[in-house]
């Protein structure tokens, strides 16, 4: 079956505008996880959902960043007047249940790299 | 504070060679570990886990680690690496009492023909 997949693969953008990033999990998985990679950085946890509530955000680095998602599937990470500190690659995530069985194995997507000029 | 360390950036191995892939962790209960994979242009693929038992955790693609309670960690070992295992190795502990996943830095590998 399809794994994960996110849309776009690469985003270019102008300081202080803002983008919307879209992750779609694997079917059947009702936990979805964002991360963000940056330049000589390992992976830093943003949020997670189990279904479509999100019981995690403290991860979000600011305000200007917020992700929801609809019908358990689709998540979308917007990020509000974006800065050049937000230049990363946005990667995706999903697992068959919650943190509360973290030992479920995450899948990942590809990831979204965004660039903010 | 719930950390996970990967005190290497790169790490060179001849191919044929064993390697080893060094993981340490810090956290308040019992620690749930996992390596995780990324080659050049794709996202990250799972390895292997330790949740409980046998502290000898067999993985994808010939890999293994052992978890090592006393010493707290959690290092990736193959017996003879491939050219092809050159990628980017990352370390990742989770904690039910803090209830967050947290990555290391991760680690290239570089496999020499």
């Known amino acids: 079956g399809a794994g994960v997949s996110q849309s776009p693969s690469n985003k270019v953008t102008e300081k202080g505008k803002d983008v919307e990033l879209r992750c779609d999990p694997i079917s059947g998985h009702t936990a979805l996880y964002w991360y963000r990679q940056s330049l000589g950085q390992g992976l830093e946890f943003l949020i997670y959902f189990q279904g479509n509530s999100a019981p995690d955000k403290s991860g979000l680095p600011s305000d200007r960043f917020s992700a929801e998602r609809t019908g358990g599937s689709v998540s979308t990470l917007t990020i509000q007047r974006t800065q050049q500190e937000d230049s990363a690659v946005y990667l995706c995530?999903?697992?068959?249940?919650?943190?509360?069985?973290?030992?479920?194995?995450?899948?990942f997507g590809p990831g979204t790299r965004l660039t903010v000029l | 504070a719930q950390s996970v360390a990967q005190p290497e950036d790169q790490v060179n191995v001849a191919e044929g060679n064993p390697l080893t892939v060094k993981c340490t962790y810090s956290v308040s209960g019992n620690p749930y570990l996992f390596w995780y994979v990324q080659y050049p242009n794709r996202g990250l693929q799972f390895l292997l886990k330790?949740?409980?038992?046998?502290?000898l955790v067999k993985g994808s693609y010939g890999f293994e680690a052992e978890f090592n309670k006393s010493q707290t960690s959690f290092h990736l070992k193959k017996p003879s690496a491939l050219v092809s295992d050159s990628a980017l190795y990352f370390c990742a502990v989770f904690s039910n009492r803090d209830d967050k996943i947290i990555f290391g830095k991760g680690t290239r590998l570089h496999i020499l023909p």
């Open positions: 330790y949740i409980t038992g046998d502290n």
């Open positions: 995530a999903s697992s068959l249940s919650s943190l509360a069985g973290a030992t479920d194995t995450q899948y």
